[in-house]
């Protein structure tokens, strides 16, 4: 699923969601499911997508009317109007399915390029203004991409995929390879597959049946595309099948062929999944197509970048961050970006300040980090946490807060005290009895860090009777849990007092003692008094 935009930034892209409804832009790639999960419910004006995309949500979601979209063409620029500042929006060809694009924004908050999903071969990124990737080697480039938010599906892969060209031509060669075959299944109902299929139809010249009912996204989409190709004639040679339950039909109509004394079918599946999740991917022929212990042929066709890809379109547009729009961080794994996207010094001007909707400070932040070479880049899928981190206890941070106050709440910077917090981080590291110890970092007024040290927690154990309701015992267990997070002892006048443990962390933090509150006294009281009660195991 697509990422959040940051907090300070004034559009969201391909994201529907209470959160996305605080953005006055929203901007669609293309019409993927994964890409339009909640655009019925979550929806405003402008909704920027190109032509075709937006048919096809239309047609996906009928309930939305026509005017709610901006249409924006392939190598346009247009001007979104914006209170806090206009900016400018073009959209690229982005190699993945027809009418997919990548968006390229221009404003106060930088220059940023989100790519969606995407192909990044070298005619893909040659077509990104040259400003940013000149065509000569020997030239810089003009301007700097401040932001690459970068479709990392398969980032942690190593296999150099074929071109699509060249794996539509394993499609026909493993037709060719099958000539007395009557029936060939082919498995792409997905949008961006439609082009094998044209293909198929021009070299065999032959129809391709495309059922309504079992495939309606797919024919709803080769509708709009290429109607001529298709027939509802049953008998044709090509069907058009889904891939949900893909190996069970296939087991089945090589059944029923054999007990039949026919043809068996051909199944062919153009993906790059199933290579990139095959234990054995390595020994695989990406040249040819490879069957399966079912009986299905697969051919690597990849609507998505290699990671060699990434890696060589990183290298040319030389951003300065690089955020990952498929989670988990895939993109920490690239060389790129462990290389230039880790920085140990933020300038004034570095535009993550913007991205986070924080005040640039008046100095520069540091972070000293331990000479190991390890340190990494961190993305984060939640905006509103810091991105850049590093992974060793022995060091000592100096980190310039914003001018933006954060709110006092009761379990934060109230609850401790701190005046100027603007930092939490919690680690582990290994201690010199071996056992793993958990530190807190802070920051106070003086943006000094201070690791404290915190107990761990013991769990004591349960003194609850045997034969007593299960009522009773929540309502003992309720109780216990109380008792253990205050973590004291009740006085004569009901009070609540802390053990000396934490008392000392709270002296240290020249903080007063805190007190439960008389609430939760009293309901802690009457809690016990119920359970006194209905214990017959007490009574007695």
Known sequence: ????????????????????????????????????????????????????????VLHFFPQLDESLFVEIEIGK?????????????????????PGAVMFLFEGTFGNILHTGDCRLTKDTVKNLPTKYIPNKKDIENIAQL??????????????????????????KTCIKMHPNTQVVYLSCDLL??????????????SSIYVDQLSVPDCFQVISHIAPEIMTNDSSARFHVIGFPKLNERATRKFSEARNNNEQEPLFIRPSTYWYASHEDAENLSLTNAERDEFGVWHICYSMHSSRHELEWALRHLKPKWVVSTTPPCLAMDLAYVKKHCFKTRLEADDPIWKLFNLSSPEKCATIACASNGNSEVVECTNASKSIVEDSKPDRKRKICSPLKKQEVTLFGRARLGLEEIQLWEKEEEEGENGKKECHVLTMEKDLEVEIVSVEPF?????????????????LQVDREKMEMTLNGNKNRDGSIEMNESLKKLYR???????????????????TKRVRLVLDPVKKE
């Open 458 to 474: 013991v769990e004591q154990p349960s003194s609850l009777p045997v034969n007593i309701s299960l009522k009773d015992k929540e």
């Open 192 to 205: 961006g597959q439609e082009e094998i299929l044209i293909e198929i139809s021009k070299e065999f010249q």
């Open 77 to 97: 620029t247009i001007i979104a109007k914006d209170p806090e500042g206009d900016f400018k929006v073009t959209a690229y060809d982005a190699n993945h399915c």
């Open 508 to 526: 240290s933090r020249n903080v007063p003692v805190p007190r439960p509150l008389p609430s939760l006294v009293e309901l802690m009281s009457s």
């Open 146 to 171: 401040d932001y690459v938010f970068l479709d990392c599906t398969f980032g942690q892969c190593s296999l150099e995929f074929p071109t699509k060209k060249a794996a539509i031509q394993q499609v």
């Open 1 to 56: 699923m697509p990422i959040e935009m940051p907090k300070g930034l004034p559009f969201s892209v391909d994201t529907w969601s209470p959160a996305s409804d605080e953005k006055k832009h929203h901007f669609l790639t293309h019409a993927h499911w994964d890409h339009m999960a909640g655009l019925g419910a979550h929806f405003s004006y402008p909704v920027y997508a190109t032509r075709l995309t937006k048919s096809l």
